[in-house]
Structures are given as structure tokens and as C-alpha cells.
């Protein structure tokens, strides 16, 4: 039995802590367009630069008490062909760079970019009308906590539940609504809207992860209602990591941070960004990001190196181009699970001294888009990328296989991948009709090798090399149909996915192991947004998902067919004022053809079916202006409908997830905390409750873990500030554990114990 800390006092320092930074309230009246943007420059403490010949004649609108300066902006240009762009405490009052039009004035949702991207921009503003669930972190609130890595700060949106293995961010394990969370193999993300996986189709699964948290803007993740613009692998939604934006003008900033675990080990994360836009036509950015050292446990030496460089370039008003190069590269020593006693014993040490992970990939990306006229636009998306991974683990041959301490030999897994895909897109308006309709082309090669070495005698078997090639195309068309002036938005589309794989091994002289997988796949949706009145919007949705099986599963013997579901959801936001607001969710997922490895025949088939439902809510409470709160509580019910376990609920997935953070601001300091519980959970298919020997099956604990953060910015001068913070992760070091995973899926892996975090950001 694992002996909890005490937390009662952790609700008391929520309490004491509450936070947010407040907007003030600017007000417009009777001045020209130029005096208005000098007033609201003045009240903001902010400096501004405009052409003045675009101001001329030009007279402003009234308008009063509208909180936070950029929604005064935007009211104060609304009728003007200009936008206001801030950023490092200076406006930017230029052309609009891509045309917009307006809505009816019965429509109170403003203007609409006409665009053919589904979800937008990845902003507040794009999820307050979204027909779906939807959580937004952006870089304000990345910063303000004490989130370790990318999976600390997924780890408090309703229905993602997180098994952190490594402590650094490597390889994070994510599930969302309940689904697998091992290597994330069930999570659709892309980088500024470019599939993140190594190959989307034939190898889904994150065993290597090109993200670092230090060079994003925003994670938008988009729980329900993209699917039929957004697959494969998008079961349980689309996760967009949003690289930080080339800034308006020529800036820097360079960052420090040190991890230091209770036991002493040291994490450092180095980044640096400079550029900028180099005239009105062209940007250019380039970004560094390294993490070195340690988490608390042994054997867990990490290295990574993460260059990435922007260019952003608009030949014509109406007409942009954006690239990207990047490189990333790590190298990690994996501290993998610990057999019960040794765990007991101290949690932080390591039994599987050979586990470890080497990758490297080269990604790059052209994106051309162009608005003939108001009503259109075509996109025409490129990417490729070359990418090597390779895992070692400690073997044993005589029966024990991954049994912690047992280990006679050594298997390599080493696997290249080169993938290509290009996808055009046309969206065009029509009276009260949105059509956008697109085409994707992935070409996949995946070179499959796997060794092994024996201690005995030192020699180097093959045991496998296979050859996987994919090419697979989808065809997506929708019609977003307004109705009711605007305030009723009905979405029909379908998904057409024709995937083909060929399997060769090359090992064998048997013609007959080469296969050929062929599939096709329509996949029908339907959104639905309401705007019941200024203060409510309604929304539901259900839509087809498919994924397709995988490199490790297309060989084997049986005709496997590609894994699908349907999804369901309805939910609401209420927003009746700045102070208040909240959104909840009520979905289901019906999964089918599950695919599942049968031992008897040592083969996959598509045998599961499961069923996923629960309901998610969001609520954010401001009672001060220097005060807020945000508050979510997730319910999760799962069920195996097929097999010997039917019943029983799925493995690793909690019932219960609350979640809450808090901030609060005195005298430009800013304190956050934030706090997780998540309920038990089983971690075999069977619900075992009682633990094996070996740790490899049993109930997991539930679990409580509070951070916290102080921060502060200080001006040095007129052109640099700093930024200083100091965080505690796991304040309580509560104890807790998951069950082993991928190369070492017996025993206990331990969550992360106590961490301080100290940081300091220089901007200029």
C-alpha cells in the first residue's frame, strides 16, 4: 500500500493563489482615426507605427467600455480594410492581409475570414462558434505554470489522460477520450497543420515526438468534429501544436531553465528565437531548442536538439507562402519499470540498464495560399520528411522476454521512414454555402529491422527485415449551410480514404510472405453550431474515423481490415459576461474492428469493439480583476463489448479527472497553481485488481499532484525585458505510478516526484 501525503492544505493555497491578469477598458469618442489610435496607444502604455497616408479623411466609431486592448482594435478598424497586430508592447496598424468579408448585421459572430481551414486559427475566438469540443492553451497560460513538458500541460484539458515515462518529454504516452495511450499510437497532431506523426498511416505511434514545448505558441485540441477534414488516426480527435509566429518586427529572446529533481539530477532546456519581418513582404524566424540532463530517475541521461526555421512571404495582398525546415535529434537513456519490490524500495533507480533511444528526422514544409477574391481561397499544402528511430532493450530468451533484471541479450529495433504528401485545398462562398473540398496524397517507405545480440557469445541475428510502402489518398468535401441569419451553421461532408500497403520481407524466399493491403473507406459527418442567443451557442456532431493497421500488424497472417468508429457529441457554451463562462460536452464513441493480437495463432485480427462516452466541463470564474479560476471535471465510461473480457472496462482509462488552476496578480507578480486528480484505473483488459508478482497487471492508484509558479516580468530598458519565474511540479512528491510500456511493459514506471523549476527569458 502506497502512503498518500496530506493535501488538505492544497485547496486553502488554490484559495490564496486564485489568479488572472485583468483588461482594461478603453473607450472611443468623436476623434479621426489617427487621434483614436494615439489615445488608445497612450492608454495602454504602448507604443504604435502606422503609414499615416492610410489614416487620412478617415473617422473612427464610438465605442465604450470594451475590455482588453486588442478587441478595441479590432472594433475601432472593423469597417476600415486595416488590422492591428501587438506585440512586444508595439501596435502594428497595417493592411489587412487577407480579404475578409462581413457577415449579415443580424450575425453577432463578426467577421469570417473566408478560409477553408476547419478549425481556423487556433484561437478563443475560433472556439467560442467551433461545432465540437475544444480546449485552446496558448502561450500565456503554457507560461504561467509549472508544466514540466508538453504532457504537464495536457495533463489538466478534459479527456486527455497522460503516463509520462521518461520525465523529459521524449516520449510522451497521451490518450484522449480513453483510448491507448502507449507511444500516443491513438493521437492525430500536426504542427501548424502538418501531420506530426512519422508516417500518419503505417506507423501513427509518437516513438519519435519533433515537439518541444519551449518553441510552441499554442496546442489546440480539438476533441470532437473534425474528421472529415482531419485523418487518419482521428478517432479521438485532432491535436494542433502551433509553432510560435515570426514576430512584426525584429526581436530576440533567449530562455533558461533548470529542472532540479528532489534527488539532485538535473534537467536543463536552453531555447533561443530570433527574427522577425525584414520589410512588409517577408519574415524570417529561426528557433533552437535543447533539453539535457536528467529527470529524477537513473539511467534516464536525455539529450535533444531542435532547430526549426520559418519564412513567411506575401508576393501579393492576396497571396501568402509559408516554409519550414527542421531538425530534430535525440538521444535517451530509458529508466523503463521496476518490479514492485524494487520500486518500494526507491522508486527513483532503474533496472533495465540497456534500454535506450536514438532519432533524428529532417521535416520540411511549403504552403501556398491565394484569395482570388473575397469569396475564395485555395491552399495547396507540401511536406516531406526522412526520419530514423532506434530502440534498445534487455532481452531474455528463455521465457522471461522483458522481466526487469533477466535480461541475456540485446534487440535493436531500428526503423527508417521516408514520407511525402501534398494536399490541395479550394474553399469558395456562394449566397448562404461554404464548400470546401480537398485532396491528400502520403507516399510512406518504412524500413522495418529488428537484431539481437546474445551476452554469450556476442553474435549479431537478424530477426527481421520487412519493407512496408503506402500510398494512400483522401478525398474530403463539406458544405457549411447558414441559416437564420447566420446564427445557425449546418455542416454535411463525407471522407473518402483509399489506403494501400505493401508488405515485403526480405528475409524470406517465400513470394507468398510479400502481401498487399488494400483498403477503402467512406467516412460521413455532420456538424451542427446554434447561436441560441448572444450569450449561448449550441453544437452537435457525428462522424465517421478511421485507422488503418500498422506496420507491425500488416504482416501477419488474416486480412486486416481498417479500424473505424463513430462519434457523437452535443454540448453548449454559456458566456453571459467577462467573469463567467463555462462549456460542457456529452459524447460517445462506438469502436469497431479493434485490431487485437490474438497468441494462439500469433496474429492480429480485427476483433474488438468498445465503447467509449462521458461527459467533459470547462468553467473559468473571474471574481476580481486580478483573480481567476478554471475549473474541468471530466467523466469517462468505457466498456469492452467483445472477447472473454466483455464487460469489463477498458485498460488504463480513470472514470474520474478534476482539474483546477489558479492565478492571481499583486504588483506585477504573478502566482499560478494548478492541481489534478485522477481517479484508479485497471491496467489489463481482464481488470485485475490484485497485483502480479511481477507488477505487470493490477489496479493503478489514484492520485492527486499540485504545482505552482511565480513569476515576474522586469523592463531593463527600453528594448530589453526579462522574464524570472520559479516553479514547483508534484509540490506534495506524491507517489504514483502507471504499469510498464512498449520495451519494458513489466512492472511499475513511477511518475515524476518532486521538481523545482527556475527560469529566466530575456526579450530584445
Same mark, same amino acid.
Given at each position: 500500500?502506497?502512503?498518500?501525503?496530506?493535501?488538505?492544505?492544497?485547496?486553502?493555497?488554490?484559495?490564496?493563489?486564485?489568479?488572472?491578469?485583468?483588461?482594461?477598458?478603453?473607450?472611443?469618442?468623436?476623434?479621426?482615426?489617427?487621434?483614436?489610435?494615439?489615445?488608445?496607444?497612450?492608454?495602454?502604455?504602448?507604443?504604435?507605427?502606422?503609414?499615416?497616408?492610410?489614416?487620412?479623411?478617415?473617422?473612427?466609431?464610438?465605442?465604450?467600455?470594451?475590455?482588453?486592448?486588442?478587441?478595441?482594435?479590432?472594433?475601432?478598424?472593423?469597417?476600415?480594410?486595416?488590422?492591428?497586430?501587438?506585440?512586444?508592447?508595439?501596435?502594428?496598424?497595417?493592411?489587412?492581409?487577407?480579404?475578409?468579408?462581413?457577415?449579415?448585421?443580424?450575425?453577432?459572430?463578426?467577421?469570417?475570414?473566408?478560409?477553408?481551414?476547419?478549425?481556423?486559427?487556433?484561437?478563443?475566438?475560433?472556439?467560442?462558434?467551433?461545432?465540437?469540443?475544444?480546449?485552446?492553451?496558448?502561450?500565456?497560460?503554457?507560461?504561467?505554470?509549472?508544466?514540466?513538458?508538453?504532457?504537464?500541460?495536457?495533463?489538466?484539458?478534459?479527456?486527455?489522460?497522460?503516463?509520462?515515462?521518461?520525465?523529459?518529454?521524449?516520449?510522451?504516452?497521451?490518450?484522449?477520450?480513453?483510448?491507448?495511450?502507449?507511444?500516443?499510437?491513438?493521437?492525430?497532431?500536426?504542427?501548424?497543420?502538418?501531420?506530426?506523426?512519422?508516417?500518419?498511416?503505417?506507423?501513427?505511434?509518437?516513438?519519435?515526438?519533433?515537439?518541444?514545448?519551449?518553441?510552441?505558441?499554442?496546442?489546440?485540441?480539438?476533441?470532437?468534429?473534425?474528421?472529415?477534414?482531419?485523418?487518419?488516426?482521428?478517432?479521438?480527435?485532432?491535436?494542433?501544436?502551433?509553432?510560435?509566429?515570426?514576430? /512584426?518586427?525584429? +526581436? &530576440?529572446?533567449?530562455? %533558461? =531553465?533548470?529542472? !532540479?529533481?528532489?534527488?539532485?539530477?538535473?534537467?536543463? *532546456?536552453?531555447?533561443?528565437?530570433?527574427?522577425?519581418?525584414?520589410?512588409?513582404?517577408?519574415?524570417?524566424?529561426?528557433?533552437?531548442?535543447?533539453?539535457?540532463?536528467?529527470?529524477?530517475?537513473?539511467?534516464?541521461?536525455?539529450?535533444?536538439?531542435?532547430?526549426?526555421?520559418?519564412?513567411?512571404?506575401?508576393?501579393?495582398?492576396?497571396?501568402?507562402?509559408?516554409?519550414?525546415?527542421?531538425?530534430?535529434?535525440?538521444?535517451?537513456?530509458?529508466?523503463?519499470?521496476?518490479?514492485?519490490?524494487?520500486?518500494?524500495?526507491?522508486?527513483?533507480?532503474?533496472?533495465?540498464?540497456?534500454?535506450?533511444?536514438?532519432?533524428?528526422?529532417?521535416?520540411?514544409?511549403?504552403?501556398?495560399?491565394?484569395?482570388?477574391?473575397?469569396?475564395?481561397?485555395?491552399?495547396?499544402?507540401?511536406?516531406?520528411?526522412?526520419?530514423?528511430?532506434?530502440?534498445?532493450?534487455?532481452?531474455? /530468451?528463455?521465457? +522471461? &522476454?522483458?522481466?526487469? %533484471? =533477466?535480461?541475456? !541479450?540485446?534487440?535493436?529495433?531500428?526503423?527508417?521512414? *521516408?514520407?511525402?504528401?501534398?494536399?490541395?485545398?479550394?474553399?469558395?462562398?456562394?449566397?448562404?454555402?461554404?464548400?470546401?473540398?480537398?485532396?491528400?496524397?502520403?507516399?510512406?517507405?518504412?524500413?522495418?529491422?529488428?537484431?539481437?545480440?546474445?551476452?554469450?557469445?556476442?553474435?549479431?541475428?537478424?530477426?527481421?527485415?520487412?519493407?512496408?510502402?503506402?500510398?494512400?489518398?483522401?478525398?474530403?468535401?463539406?458544405?457549411?449551410?447558414?441559416?437564420?441569419?447566420?446564427?445557425?451553421?449546418?455542416?454535411?461532408?463525407?471522407?473518402?480514404?483509399?489506403?494501400?500497403?505493401?508488405?515485403?520481407?526480405?528475409?524470406?524466399?517465400?513470394?507468398?510472405?510479400?502481401?498487399?493491403?488494400?483498403?477503402?473507406?467512406?467516412?460521413?459527418?455532420?456538424?451542427?453550431?446554434?447561436?441560441?442567443?448572444?450569450?449561448?451557442?449550441?453544437?452537435?456532431?457525428?462522424?465517421?474515423?478511421?485507422?488503418?493497421?500498422?506496420?507491425?500488424?500488416?504482416?501477419?497472417?488474416?486480412?486486416?481490415?481498417?479500424?473505424?468508429?463513430?462519434?457523437?457529441?452535443?454540448?453548449?457554451?454559456?458566456?453571459?459576461?467577462?467573469?463567467?463562462?463555462?462549456?460542457?460536452?456529452?459524447?460517445?464513441?462506438?469502436?469497431?474492428?479493434?485490431?487485437?493480437?490474438?497468441?494462439?495463432?500469433?496474429?492480429?485480427?480485427?476483433?474488438?469493439?468498445?465503447?467509449?462516452?462521458?461527459?467533459?466541463?470547462?468553467?473559468?470564474?473571474?471574481?476580481?480583476?486580478?483573480?481567476?479560476?478554471?475549473?474541468?471535471?471530466?467523466?469517462?465510461?468505457?466498456?469492452?463489448?467483445?472477447?472473454?473480457?466483455?464487460?469489463?472496462?477498458?485498460?488504463?482509462?480513470?472514470?474520474?479527472?478534476?482539474?483546477?488552476?489558479?492565478?492571481?496578480?499583486?504588483?506585477?507578480?504573478?502566482?499560478?497553481?494548478?492541481?489534478?486528480?485522477?481517479?484508479?484505473?485497471?491496467?489489463?483488459?481482464?481488470?485485475?485488481?490484485?497485483?502480479?508478482?511481477?507488477?505487470?497487471?493490477?489496479?493503478?492508484?489514484?492520485?492527486?499532484?499540485?504545482?505552482?509558479?511565480?513569476?515576474?516580468?522586469?523592463?531593463?530598458?527600453?528594448?530589453?525585458?526579462?522574464?524570472?519565474?520559479?516553479?514547483?511540479?508534484?509540490?506534495?512528491?506524491?507517489?504514483?505510478?502507471?504499469?510498464?510500456?512498449?520495451?519494458?511493459?513489466?512492472?511499475?514506471?513511477?511518475?515524476?516526484?518532486?521538481?523545482?523549476?527556475?527560469?529566466?527569458?530575456?526579450?530584445?
Amino acid at each position: 500500500m502506497i502512503k498518500k501525503k496530506s493535501t488538505l492544505i492544497a485547496p486553502m493555497l488554490a484559495l490564496a493563489l486564485s489568479t488572472s491578469l485583468y483588461a482594461k477598458q478603453y473607450s472611443v469618442e468623436n476623434l479621426s482615426l489617427q487621434k483614436a489610435i494615439e489615445q488608445l496607444s497612450k492608454d495602454s502604455n504602448m507604443s504604435y507605427m502606422v503609414d499615416a497616408k492610410l489614416l487620412k479623411n478617415q473617422k473612427a466609431p464610438n465605442f465604450k467600455n470594451i475590455e482588453g486592448i486588442e478587441k478595441a482594435f479590432k472594433e475601432l478598424l472593423k469597417d476600415t480594410n486595416l488590422e492591428a497586430v501587438i506585440e512586444d508592447e508595439t501596435i502594428l496598424i497595417r493592411k489587412k492581409r487577407v480579404h475578409k468579408k462581413e457577415n449579415s448585421a443580424s450575425n453577432n459572430l463578426g467577421q469570417v475570414e473566408v478560409q477553408g481551414n476547419w478549425i481556423g486559427n487556433s484561437s478563443y475566438e475560433d472556439v467560442k462558434t467551433y461545432s465540437g469540443a475544444r480546449t485552446i492553451i496558448d502561450s500565456a497560460t503554457l507560461n504561467k505554470t509549472a508544466a514540466k513538458n508538453i504532457e504537464d500541460a495536457l495533463r489538466v484539458v478534459p479527456g486527455i489522460q497522460i503516463q509520462d515515462e521518461t520525465g523529459t518529454g521524449v516520449l510522451p504516452n497521451i490518450s484522449l477520450r480513453g483510448l491507448k495511450p502507449g507511444r500516443s499510437a491513438n493521437l492525430n497532431a500536426m504542427v501548424n497543420g502538418i501531420p506530426a506523426a512519422i508516417a500518419p498511416y503505417s506507423h501513427s505511434s509518437f516513438s519519435l515526438f519533433p515537439i518541444t514545448m519551449e518553441t510552441l505558441e499554442t496546442i489546440d485540441i480539438v476533441r470532437g468534429g473534425a474528421a472529415v477534414h482531419y485523418g487518419p488516426n482521428n478517432v479521438g480527435g485532432v491535436v494542433n501544436f502551433v509553432t510560435k509566429p515570426i514576430s /512584426t518586427k525584429p +526581436s &530576440s529572446t533567449i530562455k %533558461g =531553465t533548470v529542472h !532540479s529533481a528532489d534527488n539532485g539530477n538535473i534537467l536543463t *532546456d536552453t531555447y533561443f528565437r530570433t527574427g522577425g519581418f525584414i520589410n512588409d513582404n517577408l519574415g524570417l524566424q529561426l528557433q533552437y531548442n535543447n533539453i539535457n540532463g536528467e529527470s529524477f530517475r537513473d539511467h534516464s541521461d536525455t539529450n535533444v536538439n531542435n532547430y526549426i526555421f520559418d519564412l513567411e512571404y506575401f508576393p501579393t495582398d492576396n497571396s501568402e507562402i509559408k516554409s519550414n525546415i527542421q531538425y530534430y535529434k535525440a538521444d535517451a537513456n530509458l529508466p523503463g519499470a521496476q518490479l514492485p519490490e524494487d520500486y518500494k524500495d526507491d522508486k527513483s533507480s532503474s533496472q533495465r540498464p540497456h534500454d535506450e533511444f536514438h532519432g533524428k528526422t529532417k521535416r520540411a514544409s511549403v504552403t501556398y495560399k491565394l484569395n482570388p477574391t473575397e469569396d475564395t481561397e485555395f491552399y495547396w499544402m507540401n511536406y516531406a520528411q526522412k526520419s530514423e528511430r532506434r530502440f534498445d532493450w534487455g532481452w531474455n /530468451t528463455s521465457g +522471461s &522476454s522483458f522481466t526487469p %533484471g =533477466t535480461a541475456d !541479450s540485446v534487440r535493436v529495433a531500428d526503423r527508417e521512414i *521516408d514520407v511525402f504528401g501534398t494536399e490541395p485545398r479550394f474553399t469558395f462562398e456562394k449566397s448562404n454555402h461554404k464548400v470546401t473540398f480537398g485532396t491528400r496524397y502520403v507516399k510512406e517507405d518504412v524500413d522495418y529491422l529488428l537484431h539481437q545480440t546474445k551476452f554469450s557469445d556476442g553474435v549479431k541475428g537478424t530477426l527481421r527485415d520487412w519493407k512496408i510502402k503506402t500510398d494512400a489518398v483522401a478525398s474530403y468535401l463539406s458544405d457549411t449551410i447558414s441559416l437564420m441569419d447566420g446564427r445557425l451553421k449546418v455542416t454535411p461532408g463525407i471522407r473518402y480514404e483509399k489506403i494501400d500497403t505493401d508488405f515485403g520481407d526480405n528475409l524470406s524466399n517465400d513470394p507468398l510472405a510479400d502481401k498487399r493491403k488494400d483498403m477503402r473507406s467512406w467516412l460521413p459527418g455532420l456538424s451542427i453550431g446554434y447561436q441560441a442567443t448572444n450569450d449561448l451557442f449550441l453544437f452537435t456532431n457525428a462522424q465517421r474515423s478511421l485507422k488503418s493497421p500498422q506496420v507491425a500488424q500488416v504482416r501477419k497472417d488474416g486480412d486486416l481490415a481498417a479500424e473505424l468508429a463513430w462519434n457523437y457529441e452535443v454540448g453548449f457554451r454559456y458566456e453571459p459576461n467577462s467573469k463567467f463562462s463555462i462549456g460542457s460536452t456529452l459524447y460517445r464513441i462506438d469502436y469497431e474492428d479493434q485490431i487485437e493480437y490474438v497468441a494462439s495463432t500469433q496474429s492480429f485480427k480485427n476483433l474488438g469493439e468498445t465503447r467509449h462516452q462521458g461527459i467533459e466541463t470547462q468553467i473559468n470564474f473571474k471574481p476580481s480583476d486580478n483573480t481567476q479560476f478554471a475549473l474541468g471535471y471530466t467523466y469517462l465510461d468505457t466498456e469492452q463489448l467483445t472477447g472473454d473480457n466483455r464487460g469489463n472496462q477498458l485498460p488504463w482509462v480513470a472514470k474520474h479527472q478534476f482539474s483546477i488552476s489558479s492565478d492571481y496578480e499583486y504588483n506585477k507578480n504573478k502566482f499560478n497553481l494548478t492541481g489534478l486528480y485522477i481517479s484508479k484505473a485497471f491496467s489489463d483488459s481482464a481488470n485485475t485488481k490484485e497485483e502480479s508478482a511481477n507488477g505487470q497487471y493490477g489496479e493503478v492508484p489514484s492520485y492527486t499532484l499540485w504545482n505552482a509558479k511565480v513569476s515576474r516580468e522586469v523592463k531593463l530598458n527600453s528594448d530589453f525585458t526579462a522574464d524570472l519565474s520559479f516553479g514547483v511540479n508534484n509540490i506534495f512528491d506524491e507517489d504514483y505510478y502507471f504499469r510498464g510500456v512498449d520495451v519494458s511493459p513489466i512492472g511499475r514506471v513511477a511518475g515524476q516526484g518532486r521538481t523545482f523549476i527556475v527560469s529566466a527569458q530575456i526579450n530584445f
